[in-house]
């Protein structure tokens, strides 16, 4: 199942074109949902901040090592190659965060009945940043986005404000997606109130 949508939206000088793309992949132990969103400016401009301060990072703390002067002299090198540990730590820390990858998708493993929150890294081996039990999960409804045509299906976090965006389009092509989810976690489906 895959959900294409290009919508124009006419304003008051011109029109503002808006798309957006949700897919659904079939797997063994149940199936991948990729929301289509593009990622939030903000964690875009972390990992850049990141990838250049850990590149940063990684020159000083090779830098400090290879610096021959005063390699040897006491506890002056010592220091320098716990500096230069530290340093190369750091940077390899931030160069993973970089290349951790900003595109979330939701997995629901049916074999397992746990719903999963999934980041890919830049070579597509995957990290989870959250885990829910079917039971845990409380709803299963479509939110309708303000001053938009889209809308966005959204889990709710058993009767809490905690929410999980799975996709976003417009509201009928949503609700093949909400049903499945809903049959699958044996929920009955709701509209937002």
């Not at 793309?21 to 991948?32: K, L």
Request: glycine residues 10%; contains cysteine; negative net charge.
């Amino acid at each position: 199942m895959t959900g294409s949508v290009a919508t124009q939206f006419s304003g008051g000088q011109g029109q503002m074109a808006k798309s957006t793309n949700f897919a659904v992949e079939d797997t063994f132990w149940g199936y991948q949902i990729r929301s289509g969103r593009a990622p939030a400016i903000g964690v875009v401009m972390a990992q850049l901040l990141s990838y250049f301060f850990g590149a940063c990072f990684m020159i000083a703390a090779v830098s400090m090592v290879a610096m021959p002067v005063l390699f040897f002299n006491g506890d002056v090198g010592v220091i320098r190659l716990a500096a230069s540990v530290l340093f190369a730590a750091v940077g390899f820390y931030l160069l993973w965060f970089a290349s951790r990858g900003s595109q979330a998708e939701v997995h629901v493993d049916t074999s397992v009945g746990e719903i999963r929150e999934v980041i890919s890294n830049r070579a597509g081996k995957p990290t989870t940043i959250g885990a829910y039990g079917f039971d845990a999960i409380g709803g299963v409804y479509i939110e309708p986005q303000p001053e938009s045509a889209f809308a966005s299906l959204v889990l709710q976090y058993r009767d809490t404000d905690q929410r999980v965006c799975v996709a976003e389009a417009i509201e009928a092509q949503l609700i093949p997606l909400r049903d499945r989810l809903a049959q699958d976690l044996m929920i009955a489906p709701r509209s937002a109130a």
